[in-house]
């Protein structure tokens, strides 16, 4: 007998009310069902009887194209209504995180875009747990619940094997945390050894830790600020004059909370250093270069101007002699807002460990880049310079609205044609 707190029960509860308010959004035939899944697993049985009825309801619903949103406690689970159709699930989740002060609507264009490209490939979930002024409370806490809502997407969908996680500005450092949480070392780890070596030697392991359970695949950031926001012009609209900058770490707890004191590096709970500081290696508890090490790819988008939040060298990871010079940025017809980009070798990795070994003067973000870059990256340079939307680069970047950020969609495709399945 099927539970009344059921998925199916409370799918075919919502038909009713979906078919009265059912509406196509975009013209390939983009479908919310209005149904409200709990975190519990989806049983296949009971998802064929909802397919069947949502046939009844809707007619067919199979086509090539036509996207499935299931709205559930946790976020947006975003599919293809033929994916679903037949026997064999999508097997690789990704999942979207919004920035401070978001919402999972921040990613709707871009999980769309996903879903329409890769429709047999991929199960997209929009991050819900930490929206609006949630995003106040800090990075360790926003981490734990993300970490909480991967671990109820992964039992609700028991047919992935692989996981990818894009997230936006603050979110990419709540994902940092998440994934930390989240990762279980492979087997010869644990037996081996009770820690890891995090020297530039041991970068090349074998892909057999998890996350979630997951075999993990991409790690994706747009506009995040890895080094944090103090300071070195990492936050631009305060022009870089040392006085606004120093005055904003000591303010900045007052307007966005516990995440404030992270992002300037002003906490110190416990007497511990910053937390972003910890986050640039492993701990007892939390493995945070081990998790990032552990995905096949790791990338950073930047916006290279006028974005006003998040400065081009947090952004990217790199400091500020080595940001790529004016006259080297490139022209891509396909991607016009895509302006360089760098994919970082272990080989240089070797070099830039080799050219900084006898360097006294390390601050803090010196040392949060050098535990950064323990792990290559891939890094993709953005300009909206002649776009009548660079105001708003922060939000262009990713999509945020496509009426007002549709300038992005080149930087977004580029994401998803070069997204490793």
């Known amino acids: 007998m099927i539970s009344v707190n059921s998925p199916l029960a409370i799918a ?69 209504a033929a994916a679903a159709e037949s026997k064999l699930f999508p097997e690789h989740l990704v999942i979207m995180v919004n920035g401070i002060v978001g919402s999972s609507a921040d990613w709707k264009y871009a999980a769309e875009q996903f879903v329409k490209k890769l429709p047999d490939k991929v199960i997209v979930h929009r991050s819900e747990c930490n929206y609006s002024t949630l995003t106040f409370n800090g990075v360790d806490l926003m981490g734990e619940r993300l970490a909480d809502e991967v671990l109820a997407v992964v039992k609700r969908w028991p047919g992935v094997r692989k996981i990818s996680f894009v997230a936006h500005s603050l979110g990419g450092l709540v994902a940092r945390y998440a994934i930390a949480r989240l990762y279980e070392p492979s087997p010869k780890m644990e037996s081996s050894s009770h820690s890891v070596n995090h020297s530039v030697q041991s970068l090349e392991q074998p892909y057999e830790e998890r996350i979630a359970g997951l075999e993990p695949m991409n790690f994706i950031t747009f506009a995040t600020p890895h080094l944090g926001s103090r300071g070195h012009k990492q936050l631009p609209f305060l022009c ?85 010079k004016i006259n080297h940025l490139l022209k891509d017809e396909k991607y016009p807002h895509i302006v360089y980009i760098e994919r970082e070798t272990t080989e240089d990795l070797h070099y830039k460990a080799s050219s900084i070994a006898g360097n006294q003067t390390t601050d803090i973000e010196e040392e ?17 310079h002649k776009s009548k939307q660079r105001y708003v680069a922060h939000n262009t970047i990713q999509v945020k609205s496509y009426w007002l950020n549709s300038d992005g969609a080149d930087v977004v495709f580029h994401m998803i044609d070069n997204f490793l399945l």
């Not at 075919?12 to 035939?29: D, F, Q």
């Not at 899944?37 to 009887?49: N, T, Y």
């Not at 949060?368 to 909206?384: A, H, N, Y």
């Open 368 to 384: 949060m880049i050098q535990g950064l870059t323990q792990v290559p990256w891939e890094r993709v340079d953005v300009s909206f």
């Open 12 to 80: 075919v509860s919502g038909i009713a009310t979906a078919k009265s308010s059912l509406n196509p959004i975009r013209p390939c035939g983009y479908r919310n069902l209005g149904f409200r899944f709990s975190s519990q697993r989806v049983d296949l049985k009971e998802m064929e009887l909802v397919r069947k009825v949502s046939r009844g309801c809707f007619g067919d619903l199979s086509g090539k194209g036509r996207m499935v949103e299931v709205e559930t406690v946790d976020g947006k689970d975003v599919f293809d």
């Open 240 to 324: 870089g004059l040392p006085f606004l900058e120093k005055r904003a770490s000591l303010t900045a707890h007052w307007i966005v909370g516990k995440s404030g004191k992270h992002l300037f590096l002003t906490d110190s709970d416990d007497g511990k250093p910053p937390l972003l500081l910890q986050m640039v290696n492993d701990s007892d508890d939390l493995k945070f270069i081990s998790a990032l090490r552990s995905f096949k790819r790791r990338v950073a988008y930047a916006n290279a101007n006028y974005d006003h939040v998040v400065g081009w060298g947090t952004s990217s990871i790199r400091r500020q002699d080595e940001l790529p």
